[in-house]
């Protein structure tokens, strides 16, 4: 439960204490934060002394009576305008008008209490301000969380097309240059390097465009039964020119039909994922395996690989965004470090989950659990358009 620390600046002895017995054990339930706020109180008898308690350690809510000795309650608001101090004030006053009601609202003044007032009074300001206050402070810390996300995201995605930005650019200066002499075809090894760049600046794109799709949901998915052994044929079938360069053996393995109510592109997503992972991250002359085991209201997909494999503190990161294992056995495997992290979001949409077991030189296995999409459910992450997302 949070606590909210709140000062009375009163000079009646007799309002202080009025205000410390009613608001004494007094908690509120704020169901748009989820939670419950508690009080304890201070007091000041004077504008001065309320002043000096305020710079000296600022309280959350303030109590302020208009007509006290020395400075008033106005003048108070007037020491504290150009602060900035994280708080919120409440004028007291017997002397209650519409041009009072003005002035300190203009003065900083959150909101205005009229004595003689009765306990519920009290606790209905209070109430009031205490919302207004933590969800004042809750949407600046998300609107400042937000700031260092974008920024981060944007440092991440900079430095993740620094490189090939660069690659390409060296590359087009040898040709502009004629660095490797007259014959065109010295130049074909250059272009076909620039291309594989370019084609992991594309996918990257992609990738992020499949993950605000799916996170926005700003995409109607379009749920139909779709055969799932079909799909992983599909993706087989794409990776097969790069398994058969590096003689990989692909197997599907499949007892029963295996249909799930779903968006096919979507299941495309994690099929290409999955697979295109299990073929780049293997060892020549490895190994793919596919398995699908359908039960009665979902299935669960397995890929392995006999590949480099990961230690445990690489798994541990590997569903995290921009998240790609590098070390000297991947670095010449291209990819964004989006591709499972999309993954793990769409197993969450169908109401399943993605696990990874994974031995370094032995191989890795991930493991993804689906569940038929809710039937009506209309909106909500998609895929591509139709292309089935890029791996990873």
Sequence with gaps: MEALRILVIDDEMGMRLAVERT?????????????????????????????????????????????????????????????????????????????????????????????PFTPGELKAAVRKSARHLILQRQARRLAEEKKQVRFQFLSVLA?????????VQGYLYIVRDRALGDNLSDYDKVVERSLLRIDGMRKMIMDLLDLTRIESGTKKRELAPVDLVEIAQLSMETMLPMAQERSITMELK??????????????????NNLVSNAVKYNRDGG????????????????????????????????????????????KNVLGSGLGLSIVKKLAGMYGGDISVESTQDVGTTFTITLKNAPEGTSVSGGSGSGVGGSPT
């Design 23 to 115: 608001l004494q054990g007094y908690s509120v339930p704020l169901p748009d934060v989820d939670g419950e706020v508690a009080f304890s109180v201070e007091t000041a008898a004077s504008g001065e002394e309320g002043v000096e308690a305020i710079l000296a350690r600022p309280p959350d809510i303030v109590l302020l009576d208009h007509k006290l000795p020395g400075i008033s309650g106005l003048e108070v608001l007037n020491a504290l305008a150009d602060r900035n101090l994280d708080l919120l004030v409440v004028m007291i006053t017997a002397y209650a008008s519409l041009e009072t009601a003005i002035i300190a609202t203009k003065r900083g003044a959150f909101d205005f209490l009229a004595k």
């Design 159 to 167: 430095h993740e097309l620094k490189a090939p930005l660069a690659a």
């Design 254 to 271: 499949c007892d029963a039909p295996a249909k799930l109510l779903a968006d096919r592109g979507e299941i495309e997503i994690v099929f």
């Design 287 to 330: 190994r793919v395996d596919v398995v699908i085991l359908p039960y009665d209201d979902g299935a669960t997909i397995s890929v392995s690989d006999t590949g480099i494999g990961m230690s445990p503190e690489e798994s541990a990161k590997l569903f995290n965004e921009f998240v790609r294992i590098k070390n000297s056995k991947t």
